[in-house]
């Protein structure tokens, strides 16, 4: 006797329309997530948010734009005054300790600025000691009265200045000021760099006003003997500044542009056979490849 079936007999008609209809939809989810794919390989990764490094590898030291600032002051009021590194080294252990590099507008009691110097004990007007090269001058003066600093351990010549009420807390920063002074002060010299994304004309008389300020007048004795402009013959080519420099402090200058060069829109700065530039600055400086210059080994070209 058969059996009776309940199973549902296949019609190819709808098989063929089923298989046709699963295929389509498998194509286009291939398609769909090629797209999306492709579409964010293409988005522009966002540039790295502005900051600086002094060194390179685990010798780096990791900076804030305002601290690469105030470092770069720190050493360039010592070129001016053509004092010692040690004298470079005590000021960064100090202003690490007491304001971690930065311009404070407040303090223990009256204290401001990089130093927190106090007007009430007379280093100056809350005003005066809120701008760097001021305050980093008053400094670099009370420590030349200090008895042999030189030759004295750092936190000792630092508490000489500052009279703290732990003079011993400027011990634990004497290692990486000491870091920080030999990439500063051009001892181990290519190894400050900053990055931001360049936007608008460079403010050359803006450097040019603080160059002066910070380095001293220009002359030929001076660490920035002069600043030249040099413009291409194309119509559209930016403007260059030429800073004729004393060699021994080239790599101070060169320190201190980079160091600013957001503040007043730099994009790149060359010297001696190495370039920088702001768009790829956390790569370092770039040794040319043929490194040309208008003024031969002395001239550091920024803009």
């Not at 010692?84 to 252990?93: E, G, M």
Request: charged share 15%.
């Amino acid at each position: 006797m058969a059996v009776a079936s309940d199973s549902v007999p296949h019609n190819p008609a709808r098989v063929r329309a089923r298989a046709i209809v699963g295929t389509t939809l498998v194509l286009v989810l291939v398609a769909a997530g090629y797209l999306i794919y492709h579409s964010f390989r293409s988005v522009t990764s966002p540039p790295p948010p502005p900051g600086c490094k002094a060194g390179t590898g685990v010798q780096a030291v990791d900076l804030d734009s305002e601290q690469a600032e105030v470092a770069a002051t720190i050493a360039g009021v010592a070129a001016r005054h053509r004092l010692p590194r040690q004298a470079v080294t005590i000021a960064l252990a100090a202003a690490l300790q007491e304001s971690k590099l930065h311009n404070l507008d407040y303090g223990d009691r009256d204290s401001v600025g990089i130093f927190q110097q106090r007007p009430s004990e007379g280093w100056g007007s809350a005003t005066q000691l809120q701008d760097p090269v001021y305050a980093t001058t008053k400094f670099y003066t009370a420590l030349a009265k200090v008895h042999g600093y030189t030759a004295m351990p750092v936190y000792q010549a630092a508490q000489g200045v500052q009279h703290s009420a732990d003079g011993s807390a400027y011990q634990q920063w004497t290692d990486i000021a000491r870091q920080l002074t030999g990439y500063f002060t051009g001892k181990s010299p290519h190894n400050v760099s900053c990055w931001y994304t360049p936007a608008g004309k460079a403010n050359l008389a803006g450097v040019e006003q603080q160059i002066g300020e910070t380095f001293g007048p220009g002359g030929r004795k001076a660490v920035v003997v002069r600043i030249t402009t040099d413009r291409s013959g194309q119509k559209k080519s930016s403007t260059t500044a030429v800073l004729h420099v004393r060699p021994a402090a080239g790599w101070t200058v060169a320190a201190w542009l980079v160091a600013h060069a957001q503040a007043y829109h730099l994009s790149q700065v060359r010297y001696a056979g190495f370039s920088w530039k702001a768009a790829s600055g956390s790569m370092g400086w770039q040794r040319q490849s043929n490194p040309t210059s208008p003024s031969g080994k002395t001239g550091i070209v920024a803009g």
